[in-house]
Structures are given as structure tokens and as C-alpha cells.
């Protein structure tokens, strides 16, 4: 890229690559995906939970923009600077098979939403949504081909189009909030709906076993907090979207305070549209809701235009985000293949500078994961769930990595003053992302290993051309139990021990 490019990306542009890679279809699934699993107070516990991790996150980025700048693409070069070839290529191959995935559930739940009005598209996984899905994934291939900069003046203009309905969205809900709905709620017991809440839930196109689950002897706070995790980190992807792009920054200080400034507001966003969302319809009837289910909410308020001024909004924000993720995945894995973490042909770029390997790859990629979406009966959670089981790996990886930055003293020369405080960050934004694994459960640990396991032969061809040694003693056994993983996971699939 040339200098004149790279100077078009300031500290606004950066933050808009944040807030558009981090509102897209989770934050319209908030109200029925925190309604099915806990009430008021497991909520406030899991936004502090994840606002705490996540904001740690944000300056663990923001720490490594200042120590290390000559580092691009964060996300995989920190993992590779730290802890060596193979888990820098395992970071940048989870975080770019996230994002696909990640946009695989943009298209499910655009499907969904028009699901609502056209029932040909289901629940966005039937045969009619798949096929129309394609054709949006195609045509936004060819548009990202077309060049970065103007992909990124188009994901500009969508980050700012898709905060109106949201805004709009939480104004009304403040207008409608109810004291004594939210105290029903707050406690996330069963008894705050009766049978003939249940059946109201019908109108709302989904009632199935979560409304049905409402009614079954509440779990643990504990339980309802952990439910939860796995939603959390899903919307706050992208929180590493400037660092991604940092070799286009006008100034490398800037993707720090991009990575915060965009934290900072969507985390606002988040908080406000789950905690009010309790204020206005029982948890039972949250529950029930179809996604998306802030329509649902709205509509419930407002009436039927509601439903229709969010589905409107939504559509605009998921194609916006996955401009966004399109942008930030072919970035990573040409970065990766640049440092020969993966094959060469990967650094390919057209005329218009653009990766073009790379994101070939990407959607090849996604139209795989949308053709699979017809052989799972709930589409959007696997897709959101897995994604986030998929990114944290990345994540764990370069929280590790500023930690061993800060524990060896590495860059902190001219100022020890600030190791302490960055330790600190360095070790609670480690913690947090075991813990995000931990509560993610079993499950989706192998099933990120089935998907880790083939991945690793793009870095076996990259060591191969570069007549490398494959893997050191400590990748040999990080490489069998990926493997061990991918078998069990598979076993599981086909024995039907692990239902998608």
C-alpha cells in the first residue's frame, strides 16, 4: 500500500472499523437471547463480567499498538511474536474461521428477519434463504475486490445508518420502561410468567421449548451468568478491528484510542438494550421471541411498524458489520502469509491492491458454512456460539503475549514506571479469556478443534515451501491434542454425542 493510502484510515475511521465490526446481529438478539437465559441481576453480573474482561482487552491492544508498532496485523503477529510460528498461525487461522463463521450468522439472521414477513426464509436456514444468502456473499466479494478504501467509506456510512434505528430503539424503550416488570424480572424466576403470558408468546412466531423451559425450576445464578458468556464475547468481536488494520493508520497511537473509544460506547449500547428490555415484557415473553428479537420488543411497544423500523435497521447493520468482517478476515490472512505463516499465494493482491487470494478463501469459506446451515436445526446459536469459541483462542493468545511482554521487561526499558499497571492488565485480560473458554464449555472447544485440525495443512504447505521444520517439541504436542480434539468432536458428531 502507499503512503497516501494508508494516510485516508484517522482515528474516526479506526474507531468506525471497531463499532462496525462490533454492532452487527448480536446486539438485535440481545432481548430474547439474555431472556432465555437469566433475569436482571444475572445479567448486571455478566455485563461487569464481560465490560471488566473486554475493557481489559481493549487496552491490552491499545498497550501493544504503543510497545510493539512494528507489529501489523495484532491479532496474529502478537501470537507469533510471543509464542512462535505455529500458535501465530493457529491465531490468525481461528480468528479468520470465526469471522467467517461470525458471517455466516449475519446472513442467517437477515434470512430470519425477512422470515418474519416472507416464510419462505424460515429461520434463515432453509433452502430459499441459502440461495439468496449466496448471491449477497458473491456480490459482496466482487464489491470488497473493487478496493479497501472504498469498501471502507461504504462501512462508514453503514455504521453511522444503523445507529439510528438503535438509538431510536433505546429512547422508546426508556419512554415504556416499567419498575415493576424489571423487579418481576430481576431474580430470573419462572414465576413471573403465568400460563396465559406463555400463551400470548404464540404471536411472536416462536414459542418451542425455550418458553416452555421458563416454566421448569429456575437454574442457579451461577448457571444463568454462565449461559451467557458465550453471548457476551460474540458482541464484542471486533473490539480488535483497528489493530487489524493498523498498518493503515494515519498515526499507530490512534488504533489504541479507536480500540477504546469504541469499546466505550458500544458497551453503553449493550447494557442499555438488555437491563430495559426487562422493564417492558416478562422474561417468559422475551424468551419467546423470534430473532431478531428487538423487533419483537419494539413492536410490542409500538405495534406492528416497530418490528418493521428494526428489521429495516438490522439489515443495514449486519451488511455493514460483515463489509467489515469481509475487510478484517482477508486482511489477517494476508498478513499471516506476508510473515510465511501461510502459503504464498496467499499474499496475491489485484490492481486495486486489494488481497484478492485472501478473500477468495474467505468466501469460499462461508458459502461452505451457509450450505451446512441446512443440516442444523438452530442455525444462528451454533454460528454464534462457535464463533466466539473460535475467537478467543486469538484472544487468549495476545492478552498471553502482552503479559510475557510485561513479565520480561521487553520494551519497558525507558519507562518501568508503566510495567506494573500494564502486568496487571496484561494478567486480568489473560484470566478473563480462560475463564470465556472455561464457561464456553467442552463442546465447543472440540468443535473448534475440528475446525483447527484440517486448517493446520495451510501451515504445513507454508513450511514446506519455505523447507522449514514443521513443528518445535512444544507444537508437536500443542498439534496432537488439536487433533485428539477434532477426532473426539467428530466421533461426537456421528455418534450423535455432539448435536448441532
Not at 438490522?314 to 467489515?324: D, E, K, Q, T
Amino acid at each position: 500500500m502507499s503512503s497516501a493510502t494508508q494516510s485516508k484510515l484517522n482515528v474516526w475511521s479506526l474507531t468506525a472499523l471497531v463499532v462496525g465490526s462490533m454492532v452487527g446481529a448480536g446486539i438485535f438478539s440481545l432481548p430474547a437471547t439474555f431472556g432465555r437465559a437469566t433475569g436482571g441481576l444475572g445479567a448486571i453480573i455478566a455485563w461487569c463480567i464481560a465490560g471488566a474482561g473486554m475493557l481489559m482487552l481493549a487496552f491490552v491492544f491499545q498497550t501493544l499498538a504503543r510497545r510493539r508498532p512494528d507489529l501489523d496485523s495484532g491479532i496474529y503477529a502478537y501470537a507469533n511474536a510471543g509464542f512462535g510460528s505455529y500458535l501465530g498461525f493457529a491465531s490468525a487461522f481461528g480468528f479468520w474461521a470465526g469471522t467467517c463463521i461470525g458471517n455466516v450468522s449475519y446472513f442467517i439472521l437477515i434470512k430470519s428477519t425477512l422470515g418474519a414477513f416472507f416464510p419462505v426464509f424460515g429461520d434463515g436456514n432453509t433452502v430459499a434463504a441459502i440461495a439468496v444468502s449466496s448471491v449477497l456473499l458473491w456480490g459482496f466479494h466482487f464489491l470488497v475486490l473493487r478496493g479497501v478504501q472504498e469498501a471502507a467509506v461504504i462501512n462508514t456510512i453503514a455504521t453511522v445508518a444503523k445507529m439510528v434505528p438503535i438509538l431510536v430503539f433505546v429512547v422508546v424503550i426508556i419512554a415504556a420502561f416499567d419498575s415493576d416488570l424489571f423487579s418481576q424480572n430481576f431474580w430470573g424466576n419462572a414465576a413471573a410468567g403465568p400460563a396465559a403470558d406463555l400463551a400470548h408468546l404464540d404471536d411472536y412466531g416462536r414459542v418451542g421449548h425455550a418458553a416452555l423451559d421458563m416454566a421448569a425450576p429456575s437454574e442457579s445464578l451461577f448457571d444463568q451468568v454462565r449461559s451467557t458468556m458465550l453471548v457476551t464475547v460474540f458482541v464484542f468481536l471486533g473490539i480488535e478491528g483497528a489493530s487489524v488494520y493498523s498498518r493503515y493508520a494515519r498515526n499507530r497511537r490512534d488504533v489504541g484510542i479507536a480500540t477504546v473509544l469504541g469499546f466505550i460506547g458500544v458497551l453503553c449500547l449493550l447494557v442499555l438494550i438488555t437491563l430495559l428490555s426487562y422493564g417492558v415484557m416478562l422474561r417468559p415473553e422475551l424468551a419467546g421471541l423470534r430473532q431478531p428479537s428487538m423487533a419483537g420488543v419494539l413492536e410490542a411497544i409500538v405495534g406492528r411498524w416497530g418490528a418493521i423500523f428494526i428489521s429495516i435497521g438490522l439489515i443495514i447493520s449486519v451488511l455493514g458489520a460483515y463489509l467489515s468482517w469481509t475487510l478484517l478476515a482477508a486482511e489477517v490472512l494476508y498478513s499471516a502469509a506476508h510473515d510465511q505463516a501461510m502459503p504464498s499465494f496467499l499474499t496475491r493482491e489485484n490492481a486495486h491492491q486489494v488481497p484478492s487470494s485472501a478473500l477468495w478463501l474467505t468466501t469460499l469459506f462461508v458459502q461452505l458454512f451457509l450450505l451446512l446451515t441446512w443440516f442444523t436445526e438452530y442455525a444462528f446459536t451454533l454460528a454464534l456460539e462457535l464463533t466466539s469459541s473460535l475467537t478467543l483462542i486469538p484472544y487468549l493468545l495476545v492478552a498471553a503475549y502482552a503479559l510475557k511482554l510485561a513479565g520480561s521487561r521487553e520494551t519497558y526499558e525507558s519507562e518501568p514506571g508503566e510495567r506494573g499497571k500494564d502486568l496487571l492488565i496484561a494478567l486480568l485480560a489473560t484470566a478473563y479469556a480462560v475463564l470465556m473458554v472455561w464457561a464456553g464449555g467442552l463442546k465447543y472447544v472440540l468443535l473448534s478443534a475440528l475446525i483447527y485440525g484440517p486448517g493446520t495443512l495451510l501451515y504445513i504447505k507454508a513450511r514446506r515451501e519455505q523447507a522449514r521444520q514443521l513443528f518445535t517439541g512444544f507444537e508437536r504436542v500443542v498439534f496432537v491434542l488439536v487433533i485428539l480434539g477434532a477426532a473426539i468432536a467428530l466421533y461426537g458428531l456421528v455418534s450423535g454425542a455432539i448435536a448441532i
